[in-house]
């Protein structure tokens, strides 16, 4: 599926859960594949997996603007990870194990201090 086909369902996501803007899908899209591509071999990644990719893509991309993009983005808290990365589920673009769960991103991030309070001391 090209960028052209997942824009079109991503926009059918938005008109059932509009939360989310278009770009915080394709963002996760996007961790997700990275993710994926990091391991030493293709293999299912878990939801704190995910948010590690994540973190690490929303830094290399916004670096300490990253919680207002995600902010801008609907994002608040990991468990917005999770919603999204539901909805594609839901609508085919990702899957999942039967033991995966939305309950996987909760506590999973804390922006604030990520990327405010800890950045800098990278």
Request: glycine share 6%; charged share 30%.
């Amino acid at each position: 599926m090209d960028i052209g086909e997942h824009l079109k369902v991503v926009e059918e996501i938005i008109k059932v859960d509009p939360r989310y803007k278009v770009n915080a899908y394709i963002f996760v899209i996007v961790a997700v594949e990275r993710t994926i591509s990091a391991l030493s071999y293709v293999r299912h990644i878990s939801g704190q997996e995910l948010l590690a990719g994540i973190t690490d893509y929303a830094i290399d991309q916004f670096g300490p603007m990253s919680k207002e993009v995600f902010n801008y983005w609907g994002i608040k808290e990991s468990t917005d990870f999770g919603n999204i990365v539901f909805n594609l589920i839901e609508a085919g673009l990702l899957t999942k194990r039967s033991e995966d769960s939305i309950d996987d991103f909760k506590n999973g991030s804390d922006f604030k201090k990520i990327f405010e309070e800890e950045y800098f001391k990278r």
